[in-house]
């Protein structure tokens, strides 16, 4: 098994619109009642579709103009509000050192090209990584890959296709599996 599959939202490029609420709602109880009782905004799941944003901050005008406002004043920082910066430079690596060991690396994604372009245009460090597994088709032996992502629903799916599924949940816990299941070199140990 030489191929790794990574779903890019969830892993590469830790896509997080709830990173949003925590800093245009403050109080923890009423992010959850936003998040469970005001119906998911459009830019969450399709971030770049014509009038995903206006229709958006409809529905929060709905639930609270003043909210809406304060998400329209932050319209240009949304979508690095939504990603996750402490993932991006790691990633950019561990895909470096995947790639060293002779590994495929595949993306799969259900954001449009011009998602993917802001987001490089974003954080220009990791654009040759990110676009170097993003841009390329789909084609590996499901036998021969690992499928890594948070959603179970996914993992299962991919179970089911003959994929080996590993959950994600942070970057050293999957550099650990990596190791364990050889994708990586196991570090040198340090003698006193």
């Given at each position: 098994m030489r191929a790794v599959v990574f779903d890019v939202e969830s892993v590469l490029i830790g896509w997080r619109p709830q990173a949003l609420y925590r800093k245009l709602i403050p109080r923890a109880d009423l992010q959850q009642y936003f998040v469970a009782e005001v119906a998911r905004a459009p830019w969450e799941d399709e971030p770049v579709r014509e009038g995903a944003f206006e229709e958006g901050l409809r529905r929060v005008a709905g639930w609270s103009p003043h909210l809406a406002e304060r998400v329209a004043s932050h319209h240009d920082g949304m979508l690095r509000a939504m990603l996750d910066d402490r993932c991006m430079k790691p990633m950019a690596t561990l895909l470096q050192r995947l790639r060293a060991q002779a590994v495929e690396l595949f993306g799969v994604t259900d954001l449009r090209p011009a998602a993917l372009t802001q987001v490089m245009t974003l954080y220009p460090s990791t654009l040759e990584q990110l676009a170097n597994i993003t841009q390329r088709r789909f084609d590996p032996p499901a036998a021969d890959s690992l499928y890594v992502d948070q959603?179970?629903?996914?993992?299962?799916?991919?179970?089911?296709?003959?994929?080996?599924?590993?959950?994600?949940?942070?970057?050293?816990?999957?550099?650990?599996?990596?190791?364990?299941?050889?994708?990586?070199?196991?570090?040198?140990?340090?003698l006193p």
């Open positions: 959603s179970r629903s996914h993992g299962s799916a991919a179970q089911a296709a003959g994929f080996t599924f590993i959950e994600y949940t942070w970057i050293t816990p999957l550099r650990q599996e990596l190791r364990r299941r050889g994708f990586l070199p196991t570090p040198p140990v340090l």
